[in-house]
């Protein structure tokens, strides 16, 4: 009998060399430290969120037999009927007029950019991010082997030309597939494209005949500003039929009702819609029954009053942490103004490395943040970090911002 010294481990495939474990994941274990102020995890405040009314919809579907024993069995795999028949309501009251046969129920979005990485990327292909870009969406797509170019802020930068002629030639190795963008309160930076910016997009999409992820997941959350159409509307107005559109939009309810009951859609063409169901059958089946039967009856009941009620709170917190910021951050420090979302990107002088940072402020001044590195899919930014004002009191966030200043000052110093 053979003996090993470590544990056993199979052949693994080529891809699982590129999945990588989250530094955000990883950080949340740091709010199990009470006496760590954490401005790391983007989570929503359970505060808000609506218990009773979910614990009232749970009891209510299960005292009745016949819901109970659908909320208990297999269900279809695109989705709860009524569900998918609000969130298509939904949509079209966002400028995108379509019906349930254009949504797929996830199990949250994030599995919906592991679903469309999987449907879109063969390895090689080229994926178009911002930089930086949500690190979950990298993890999701990192899996299929693809190379990332960068789609700067105003969409404008790709050489649509060059990649149109290559894939022209057959070149697999310029073959690019879909842009990826958060365009409303971006996760991690927090800002939000322009209507130009979002026209160039498309624009881009078109020349190189791709598909645009248009990733959601904040657009309720606006609390200040005038609302941008999201991508998809501006594309379906121009198309006039959203079967037409190249958008794939990601939508979920964690941000706005319960992230425990992962429940997330994507909305697109039917081809398309009938393709990833398949994808769907194959991973999980469906999602959970009962979650989405709470969810739908969430948001026919509570919906508006708790999005409205998550922007007041999270604007107090933001103007709490842009104060704090102003107040305390030494010379060389920037941050972007968010209209909305979660998020606040810092930007540190070129001599401060955030990860080493983040070391120094848990262990001496107790607060955490994400290094901003992990973002980025070429691993620069070692400068940057994204602070989360989502789950810090007000006084919480005065003292952390106050007690990490005096680190930055130091690392900040020129070596002699």
């Known amino acids: 009998m053979q003996h090993h010294s470590s544990d056993w481990e199979p052949r693994y495939a080529r891809r699982a060399a590129r999945m990588s474990g989250s530094e955000i994941r990883e950080l949340l274990k740091l709010l199990e430290q009470p006496d760590v102020i954490s401005f790391a995890g983007g989570i929503p405040d359970p505060a808000l969120f609506p218990e009773a009314e979910a614990r009232a919809a749970g009891a209510e579907i299960m005292a009745d037999p016949k819901r109970a024993r659908s909320a ?25 007029p379509c019906d349930s046969d254009n949504i797929l129920v996830t199990s949250g979005s994030q599995q919906a950019l592991d679903f469309l990485g999987r449907m879109l990327l063969m390895p090689g292909d080229t994926t178009l991010v911002r930089w930086p870009t949500y690190l979950g969406a990298l993890q999701a797509f990192n899996a299929y082997e693809p190379r990332y170019d960068r789609l700067d802020p105003e969409g404008a930068n790709i050489d649509a030309a060059g990649y ?13 597939k879909f842009a990826y ?29 791709i598909a645009v992820i248009e990733d959601a997941a904040y657009t309720a959350l606006r609390y200040e500003g005038k609302p941008v159409p999201s991508i998809m509307a501006i594309d379906v107005a121009r198309s006039g039929d959203v079967n037409a559109s190249r958008v794939i939009y990601c939508g979920t309810f964690s941000k706005t009702l319960s992230p425990g009951l992962r429940v997330g859609w994507i909305c697109a063409s039917k081809a398309l819609i009938s393709r990833l169901v398949l994808v769907k059958q194959a991973s999980d089946l469906n999602s959970p029954p009962l979650n989405q039967m709470i969810i739908h009856r969430l948001a026919e009941t509570v919906f508006d009053a708790k999005v409205e009620e998550a922007r007041g709170e999270y604007r107090r917190r933001r103007d709490l942490m842009l104060a704090a910021l102003e107040r305390h951050m030494p010379a060389g420090v920037s941050w972007t103004k968010p209209e909305g979302g979660l998020f606040i990107w810092v930007s540190f002088p070129d001599s401060v490395d955030t990860k080493a940072l983040l070391e120094r402020s848990v262990a001496e001044a107790k607060v955490a ?10 691993g620069s930014g070692g400068n940057t970090a994204r602070f989360s004002f989502s789950l810090a009191s007000a006084a919480q966030i005065d003292t952390g911002i106050m007690a990490l200043a005096p680190l930055i000052s130091q690392d900040a110093q020129p070596i002699s």
Do not use: C
């Not at 609000?86 to 966002?94: N, R």
């Not at 002629?165 to 073959?175: I, K, N, S, V, Y």
């Not at 365009?183 to 999409?205: I, Q």
């Open 164 to 176: 149109a002629a290559a894939a022209r030639d057959g070149d697999p190795t310029r073959a690019v």
């Open 72 to 96: 208990l069995q297999y269900a279809v795999s695109e989705g709860d009927p009524g569900l998918r028949s609000w969130i298509a309501a939904h949509m079209t009251g966002l400028g995108v």
């Open 369 to 378: 943040f994400v290094p901003g590195r992990a973002f980025h899919a070429d």
């Open 181 to 209: 963008t958060v365009p409303d309160f971006a996760n991690p930076t927090g800002a939000t494209m322009t209507l130009g910016a979002r026209e160039k997009t498309l624009g881009l999409a078109d020349a190189l005949d």
